[in-house]
């Protein structure tokens, strides 16, 4: 059964304080790992989409990378208006479209 | 700007009332789910459709639930009864192929 852990469940910064989320995943075969934001009241707000060991991309102050087993968010410098929940979520070579997701990051960032 | 509509955004209703919750699609896609979201539960996948067919609905109870898409523009999904257990917020997303998925802002549904 596919697995989604993210770390660490709630995360409170300093205005400029650069940081790492974590998102570990267990599956037989990934087809994609997806970074989402989440604000209160609002549905999941699409990010990045991993399809290999060794890709990262970049968004603003937001860059994801992915490893064979994990995944991180490198959010630098952030800014109060990066306060959101954080979610990863994995899709597997043989659950065709279904996305399993992590629990979440609460990101806090204070100005 | 192309987005997920849903409504109602808010619903209260009593135990044993039918629920229906509505999901217009983003124009062009082809593939919609249906997520529930609870503090303890997270947010998981109940259901979804490809061209209108469903292709997998293990994550959704049976018994009282049902999803449907009468028209490539329009989403469905019925609770009936309805139970206190089921309170939650709903997403719909939409994508292409299934890859990426663009979320609604969701229906929160309160079973009294």
Known sequence: EDQVTQSPEALRLQEGESSS???????????????????PG????FLFTLYSAG???????????LTK???????????????ATYLCAVQEETSGSRLTFGEGTQL???? | DARVTQTPRDKVTEMGQEVTMRCQPILGHNTVFWY????????E????????????????????????????????????????RDSAV??????????????????RLTVL
């Not at chain 2, 529930?36 to 947010?43: A, D, E, F, N, P």
């Not at chain 2, 994550?59 to 049902?66: A, Y």
């Open chain 1, 21 to 39: 989320l974590n998102c570990s995943y267990t599956v037989s075969g990934l087809r994609g790992l997806f970074w989402y934001r989440q604000d």
């Open chain 1, 42 to 45: 609002k549905g999941p707000e």
């Open chain 1, 55 to 65: 890709e990262e991309k970049e968004k603003e102050r937001l860059k994801a990378t």
């Open chain 1, 69 to 83: 087993k994990e995944s991180f968010l490198h959010i630098t410098a952030p800014k109060p208006e990066d306060s």
């Open chain 1, 108 to 111: 806090t960032v204070n100005p």
């Open chain 2, 36 to 43: 529930r979201q609870t503090m303890m539960q997270g947010l």
């Open chain 2, 45 to 84: 996948l109940l259901a979804y459709f490809r061209n209108r067919a469903p292709l997998d609905d293990s994550g959704m109870p049976k018994d009282r639930f049902s999803a449907e898409m009468p028209d490539a523009t329009l989403a469905t999904l019925k609770i009936q009864p309805s139970e206190p």
């Open chain 2, 90 to 107: 709903y997403f719909c997303a939409s994508g292409l192929l299934g890859d990426t998925q663009y979320f609604g802002p969701g229906t």
